[in-house]
């Protein structure tokens, strides 16, 4: 009788361990068969999103130095191959960077660019560098009158890009941009304006 009860304990003891284990396995698992794959930005195909940020710079030939806020927005695509991302976008910003010294007025009222980028992601952490083409406006202003250039040039930065919810990431970013001279009438020389620029911006990846 007493080993008929004995084999039953542990039957039961047996049947315990093996139901608890089950569940701490099932507790254990869960988390990452559910969290990860469904919490992961997936950095591959169209993006759009919008920017704020500050320009500072200098005229050549001139010792204005505009600077001031900017804004805009942007549109691009990327490519993924394992963790590298490469990719193509394109802006359009409005500035206030302005200045006026002695007769002359520089601003620069708009900008943009069209880069291609390349970086590393560490899963929803992205940093890349980014170059290409940029062009923009150049207006010179003395004694009421004013005339304006757009120039062309090249442009270049690194960035750091972090996804923060499902097809939400946001960015901090540096430009170089210089646009190259033309001649100015007004000014009796030949002005172009170079600048860097430092900006955060959101996207939203389809």
């Known amino acids: 009788m007493k080993r008929f009860v004995v084999l039953r304990l542990l039957a039961l003891f047996v049947a315990g361990w093996t139901t608890s ?7 254990y698992r869960a988390p990452y068969t559910v969290n990860q794959p469904l919490n992961a930005l997936s950095w591959a195909g169209p993006y759009l999103g919008g920017n704020l940020g500050y320009s500072w710079g200098g005229v050549d030939n001139n010792p204005a130095k505009p600077s ?5 927005a942007q549109i691009g695509y990327n490519w993924t191959n394992g963790p590298w991302v490469f990719g193509a976008e394109g802006d359009i910003q409005a500035t206030g960077a302005e200045e006026t010294f002695a007769p002359w007025k520089f601003s620069n009222p708009w900008f943009g660019t069209i880069r291609g980028r390349g970086g590393y992601a560490f899963q929803n952490v992205l940093f890349y560098a980014t170059a290409g083409l940029a062009f923009g406006e150049l207006r010179a202003e003395t004694f009421g ?4 250039h757009t120039n062309v040039g090249w442009t270049a930065g690194l960035g750091a890009e972090m996804g923060f919810a499902p097809n939400w ?12 001279n033309s001649n100015f ?3 009796g020389a ?5 600048f860097g620029v430092i900006r955060a911006g959101v996207n939203y990846h389809f």
């Not at 990431?169 to 190259?180: G, R, T």
Request: aromatic share 14%; net charge negative; no cysteine.
């Open 145 to 148: 009158l004013s005339e304006s």
């Open 21 to 27: 284990s089950a569940a701490a396995d099932f507790n």
């Open 190 to 194: 030949s002005n172009g304006y170079h």
């Open 68 to 72: 001031g806020f900017t804004g805009g």
């Open 169 to 180: 990431s946001a960015k901090l970013e540096y430009l170089y941009v210089d646009l190259a």
């Open 185 to 187: 009438i007004i000014t």
